[in-house]
């Protein structure tokens, strides 16, 4: 029988494991393995989404504006399908795990030779497997992929599943508040996330941001400011509680000692990740913000 686990326990273990999978978006390390494949590096976008889509396959626009859900389909057509016209989906996955495994050896070289990484991989292994993946098609498309042999790369694609887990049930939360790609944007930048500037790497055009905004000014999410009213922060509020909630399923199988210990093991890389200079002072991965 699973164990009742708090949110704040859910909420702490996707910010220990997010830095672990959300690296290789920025580190050297993964642009030089997307290089080679061919991908332009200039921007970080097309190996982006290369690397995130490869689990689903050879994935067209609309499966991806579908999964990722806040970027403007009109971006994502830039990029794909042209990224599978570059690499296949299997070369992609290979050069994603290299990607990994450069990335971790660089910036955390003492905790991938250590002991501990392999406690913390059969953990999360543990609760990767037990993440129930219906209705949750990244989840499931990382669950398919093969495991890894070595520690490191097993926590690395474990932390994979559960964040698209999450990712999966954050949008159930946002489709349930009814808040369409481009509004789930305006509301998390109302609210503080960070700064409207930094959402642009989504793509939606100034006049599509606007409607958005006028939209949730009528609902009363947003004053005349486009800053978010006691209603638009109580929204915000409930996604974040629905998306722990859904969230909750692998640390419950794991149970509240075994998530702690993982996050004991895993939180001073966690940190060490954050501190190396590779992720930007400011991005959408909301972090440091409610989402």
């Not at 999966?168 to 409207?196: I, K, Q, R, Y």
């Amino acid at each position: 029988m699973s164990e009742t686990v708090p949110p704040a326990l859910v909420r702490q273990m996707w910010q220990v494991l997010e830095p672990v999978h959300a690296a290789i978006y920025y580190a050297p390390q993964a642009n030089e393995e997307a290089a080679a494949l061919g991908y332009d590096t200039e921007s970080r976008w097309s190996s982006y989404f290369a690397w995130r889509s490869a689990p689903l396959g050879a994935a067209g626009p609309e499966l991806v504006a579908a999964t990722y859900y806040s970027f403007s389909p009109a971006m994502i057509r830039t990029y794909v399908p042209a990224i599978w016209e570059i690499a296949t989906p299997d070369k992609v996955l290979a050069a994603r795990l290299r990607a990994a495994d450069r990335t971790l050896r660089a910036l955390l070289p003492d905790f991938v030779d250590s002991p501990e990484v392999a406690e913390a991989a059969a953990l999360a292994r543990r609760a990767a497997e037990a993440a129930v993946t219906a209705g949750r098609p990244l989840a499931a498309a990382n669950a398919d992929v093969p495991w890894p042999d070595e520690p490191h790369l097993v926590l690395w694609q474990a932390a994979s599943v559960l964040r698209e887990h999450r990712g999966d049930g954050h949008l159930a939360a946002l489709l349930t508040a009814g808040l369409d790609p481009c509004e789930a944007l305006v509301s998390f930048a109302a609210v503080g996330a960070a700064p409207v500037e930094v959402f642009a790497s989504r793509g939606w055009t100034a006049d599509e941001w606007r409607a958005a905004q006028e939209r949730l000014t009528a609902r009363g999410w947003l004053d005349a400011d486009g800053h978010a009213t006691g209603a638009g922060q109580a929204g915000r509020d409930e996604v974040e509680r629905i998306t722990d909630e859904l969230a909750a399923g692998p640390w419950r199988a794991l149970g509240p000692a075994g998530a702690g210990r993982l996050a004991q093991l895993v939180g001073p890389a966690a940190v060490t990740l954050a501190r190396s200079g590779i992720f930007p002072r400011q991005s959408t991965l909301g972090l440091g913000a409610r989402r």
